[in-house]
């Protein structure tokens, strides 16, 4: 099974919304907001790409089966870390620079 950009949203924006409620639950204020959410969908992201693993897929068992596919969803999901940590960078500094003003 293959994870879909809406399916990628849906996962993100719920992520999103569990990190808000535990603000307004008291968790306000928390630098470590981002990295929590990011490492929240990081780890649902990777545990999907795992659940691909086709054992009745030839090219799969050929290339080191599932302990390999694992191996390299897991180095995916670092660079997808890291993609979404320089766009969050990005993105608030853009947001401080006045970038997404419309006056």
């Not at 409620?21 to 928390?30: A, K, P």
């Not at 691909?52 to 897991?74: I, L, N, R, Y």
């Amino acid at each position: 099974m293959k994870i879909t950009a809406a399916q990628l949203k849906q996962i993100i924006a719920e992520e999103i919304k569990r990190a808000q409620l535990t603000e307004e639950q008291g968790g306000g204020g928390n630098p470590e907001l981002y990295s929590s959410v990011i490492s929240s969908v990081l780890g649902t992201v990777c545990d999907e790409f795992k659940s691909q693993f086709d054992p009745m897929d030839p090219s799969m068992d050929a290339s080191g089966g599932k302990q390999v596919w694992e191996a390299q969803c897991d180095e995916a999901c670092v660079v997808l870390g890291e993609k979404i940590e320089e766009l969050i960078m990005q993105v608030e500094e853009d947001l401080h620079l006045g970038q997404f003003y419309r006056g």
